[in-house]
């Protein structure tokens, strides 16, 4: 996956507008070009810097224009990739001053025309910590993306690795000299005034940990990735230089649990396997996967759901409209969901043996590629539950009506498939024989 679908680039905003600022350390330039790389078809990209550039960094770029005042900025050309720095002193560019950085971003927002922002220093180092007056990130920032380079992992905390060590040490608890860990990295990404510092309230955060170029630090970052949901919308690990990215984003877990279970006779909800109600071991197994959010749509037997559901970090929605279809099931779970689920997978409450394994599954590949629709395949030709969606197919979710489940928007967003090996994912209880076949697996 690459990068720009990575940042989820241009399928947030439309018709292509967003103001993207970078910060911390470890490949700030290096993210802004190789995502100037990416979308190199738009017509024009503008790039500038609330901070120094080194000049050996001019070159990335189509055209250079020093902007002093804003009659330097009359002529600017509107094609390709144009960056906008202050004057050039010694090895450095300066700074854009704040008229010109908000006359660029009137001419971006008019133009639709990306406006990507340095909005840190560094010192080239993989690591800092930001002083007082850091990071310079404009209030009308859109999304904002945290570098950490994991190539500082194992070295000694000290000024010639890290910028500004010692405020490095106060922030994640680390003394000069002692090796710099994941869990010191991830302090200070989340701290308020570390990574997080000066982030508009309204921007998306991202921490983009980068230089994860072996399998060891990829891991590193993936358990890194798990710790720092909690503060950022999503967690971008690898390395630029291969220009292979993973996401690591929250993906909820929609349990449809409101149906009347007509064809069987009574609600199934609530029938019991391995001695548990059906609705509470999909919720278990949700919850085992790491699905986040877990919504339990409620409709039929409400209450009695409810109970059975007790103790369990779960949210209940219930959709007063279920007897006119599965379509309002699947409205009432994707409405339920903040704006910071990257996807949703929905389970049946009459599947309680789907496992947690290709739960994981489906997460671990829709953060490897980012697919729109990803469902199991069993035996190589049959299509199975659960059904992962990307946040992009929410608003055609939305729009289902009807006795219509997810299948309904197939024909809009493209379909794929993950191979599993178990056919029990395709076993559902619709009649009391089939529940009797399920017990079986008990």
Do not use: C
Not at 345 to 373: C, K, T, W, Y
Request: glycine share 8%; no cysteine; net charge negative.
């Amino acid at each position: 996956m690459n990068f720009s679908r990575a940042l989820r680039f241009s399928f947030r905003l439309n018709p292509g507008f967003e103001v993207i600022s970078f910060v911390g350390a470890g490949g700030k330039t290096t993210a802004i070009f190789q995502l100037v790389r990416e979308i190199a078809n738009r017509n024009s990209i503008l790039v500038t810097s609330t901070t120094h550039l080194g000049v050996w960094q001019i070159p990335l770029a189509d055209q250079h224009v020093i902007a002093i005042n804003l009659n330097d900025l009359n002529n600017m050309p509107l094609h390709g990739i144009t960056l906008v720095t202050g004057e050039v002193e010694n090895d450095r560019t300066k700074p854009v001053n704040e008229t010109i950085l908000n006359q660029l971003y009137e001419k971006a927002k008019l133009q639709s025309t990306p406006l990507l922002i340095e909005a840190d220093g560094s010192r080239q180092k993989p690591l800092k910590a930001p002083a007082a007056h850091e990071p310079p990130i404009p209030e009308f920032t859109d999304t904002v993306v945290v570098v950490a380079g994991l190539s500082a992992l194992g070295k000694p905390l000290t000024d010639e690795n890290i910028h500004r060590a010692g405020m490095f040490s106060q922030l994640s608890g680390l003394q000069i000299n002692q090796s710099v860990t994941p869990e010191a990295i991830t302090r200070v990404l989340r701290h308020p005034q570390g990574g997080l510092k000066n982030i508009p309230s309204h921007a998306r955060r991202i921490a983009l940990l980068n230089q994860a170029d072996t399998p060891e630090l990829q891991s590193i970052g993936g358990g890194m990735a798990r710790e720092l949901l909690d503060h950022f919308d999503s967690i971008i690990i690898g390395s630029l230089k291969g220009s292979e990215v993973q996401t690591f984003e929250r993906t909820a877990g929609i349990i449809l649990a409101a149906g009347e279970s007509t064809r069987f006779g009574s609600p199934k909800q609530l029938l019991t396997w391995k001695g548990k109600p059906f609705v509470r071991q999909v919720a278990e197994t949700s919850l085992q996967a790491g699905l986040w959010p877990v919504v339990v749509v409620t409709g039929f037997h409400s209450p009695e759901i409810e109970s059975a559901l007790d103790g369990l970090s779960v949210n209940i929605v219930f959709n007063p409209e279920y007897q006119q279809g599965q379509s309002t099931s699947i409205r009432a779970g994707v409405g339920s969901l903040s704006g910071k689920a990257g996807a949703a997978i929905f389970l049946l409450a009459d599947q309680p043996q789907i496992p947690a394994d290709v739960i994981r599954a489906l997460v671990e590949s829709h953060g490897q590629n980012m697919q729109a629709i990803l469902a199991p395949l069993v035996l190589e030709e049959r299509r199975a539950n659960p059904v992962l969606f990307d946040r992009d197919t929410f608003p055609d979710l939305l729009q289902l009506t009807g006795d219509m489940g997810g299948r309904g928007i197939f024909d809009k967003h493209r379909v794929e498939y993950l191979p599993w090996h178990d056919d029990i994912l395709l076993l559902d209880v619709d009649k009391p024989e089939d529940y009797q076949k399920l017990k079986e697996f008990e």
